[in-house]
C-alpha cells in the first residue's frame, strides 16, 4: 500500500464527510482498511503486508479472517498519523473490490450520543456488541466511515485476554 494511495484514499473521506457536515476535525483517526476482492487476495497480501509492516493479529468477525497490521513508519495527513490498517478477506463465496474501504475513528463519549448529533444521517448501529461497538456510516458509493470507543490495538488485546483467561 502506498502513501499517495492513503492520501487520496482520505482525502474523499474527508471530503465526504464535509458535503455531510460530519465534524471529524477533533476525532483521532484510528485506523484505515482494505478490502480484498478475494479470499486468495487476502493471503496473497497477508504474506505482502507481512514483510513491510508489523503484525499484530488475526481473527474471525462474520466468519472471514481480518489481520491488523502497524505501519513502521506512519503516513502523515495533516495532524494524524495513520500507523494502523486492517487488511479483510471477503465473507465465503462473495467478491468485493480491491480497495481501501473505510476509515476507522475514536469517539470516546459514546457512539449514541454522536448519532444523536447528527439526526439526519443514517447510520448502522452496532452498539451491542460485547467488544467493540460500532456506528457506521456507508456512503452510496460503498465509501465508509466506521466509529468505535477504543483503539483496534486496544481491542486486540482484550480479546486475547478474554481467549486465554
Known amino acids: 500500500m502506498e502513501r499517495d494511495e492513503i492520501v487520496i484514499f482520505l482525502d474523499a473521506i474527508f471530503a465526504k464527510a464535509k458535503i455531510f457536515g460530519l465534524e471529524l476535525d477533533e476525532l483521532e483517526l484510528d485506523h484505515i482498511a482494505f478490502r480484498c476482492e478475494s479470499f486468495s487476495e487476502y493471503l496473497i497480501l497477508k504474506d505482502q503486508y507481512g514483510l ?6 488475526e481473527f474471525d468477525i462474520e466468519w472471514r479472517p481480518i489481520s491488523i497490521f502497524k505501519l513502521r513508519d506512519a503516513v502523515k495527513y495533516e495532524w494524524r498519523a495513520i500507523d494502523v490498517i ?9 467478491r468485493h473490490r480491491h480497495w ?3 476509515a476507522e475513528f475514536i469517539i470516546e463519549w459514546g457512539l ?3 448519532e444523536e448529533k447528527y439526526p439526519n444521517l ?3 448501529s452496532k452498539h451491542n456488541r460485547p467488544i467493540n461497538p460500532e456506528s457506521v456510516l456507508i456512503f452510496d458509493d460503498g465509501y465508509s ?14 480479546q486475547k485476554e478474554l481467549w486465554y483467561s
Open 86 to 94: 486492517e487488511l479483510i478477506s471477503p465473507k465465503n463465496g462473495s
Open 100 to 102: 481501501l474501504e473505510h
Open 145 to 158: 466511515i466506521k466509529f468505535h470507543t477504543k483503539h483496534i490495538l486496544e481491542v486486540i488485546e482484550l
Open 52 to 57: 513491510k509492516y508489523d503484525f499484530k493479529s
Open 122 to 124: 443514517k447510520f448502522v
Open 112 to 114: 449514541k450520543q454522536f
